[in-house]
């Protein structure tokens, strides 16, 4: 092996997230809910050449993402790519896409709304801007940027 190349090795089974926007891959994992030890080999590698500029990457061991997941990666990494890998191999790819309404994957961040009471309303929320992303409370209107959406990650 070449360790004048070799940055980050490949992985047998899990998922590898590539095409990160450089600094978001903490954001990337704690959206995964992923902060302390999760008994599987993580690497992160951050700010890595490609061919298409810089990115972050990260890789998890035996590990799956659900599409529910993979819609929360999209909020924050739009330009990301999941890579599911099996025994070396890239078995799917998938470009992550943000959708255009945000459903019960974010909690509004506005204590008084009413998706926030007793009653179970799921939250939603509309697309207003992609890059940089800012989605729009569909029943009070609260705005919510990056930052927010990772602290009001379901
Ligand atoms: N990868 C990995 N372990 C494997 C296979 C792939 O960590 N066993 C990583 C590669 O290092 C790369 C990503 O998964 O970061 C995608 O792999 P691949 O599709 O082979 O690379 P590219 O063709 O360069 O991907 P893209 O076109 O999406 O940039
Ligand atoms: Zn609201």
């Known amino acids: ?15 590898v997230i590539d095409h990160i926007p450089c600094g978001m891959s903490l954001k990337v994992l704690k959206i995964l809910g992923i902060q302390g030890d999760i008994g599987s080999t993580v690497t992160l ?57 945000v459903k019960g994957i974010v909690k509004c961040m506005n204590p008084r709304c009413i998706t926030n009471h007793k009653e179970p309303i799921q ?5 207003i801007s992609k890059t940089p992303i800012t989605i729009k409370c569909k029943y009070c209107g609260r705005e919510m940027n990056a930052e927010d959406i990772v602290e009001n990650i379901i």
Request: aromatic letters at 8%.
């Open 123 to 127: 939250s939603e929320f509309y697309v």
């Open 1 to 15: 092996m070449d360790e004048q190349v070799l940055k980050v090795q490949k992985i047998k089974n899990g998922i």
């Open 45 to 101: 590698a951050m700010h890595v050449k490609s061919s298409r500029g810089w990115k972050d990457i990260v890789k998890i061991e035996d590990r799956y993402l659900d599409d529910r997941e993979i819609d929360k990666i999209s909020l924050i990494a739009p330009s990301a790519t999941v890579n599911f890998i099996e025994n070396y191999k890239v078995v799917r790819k998938h470009r992550v896409e943000i959708p255009s309404v």
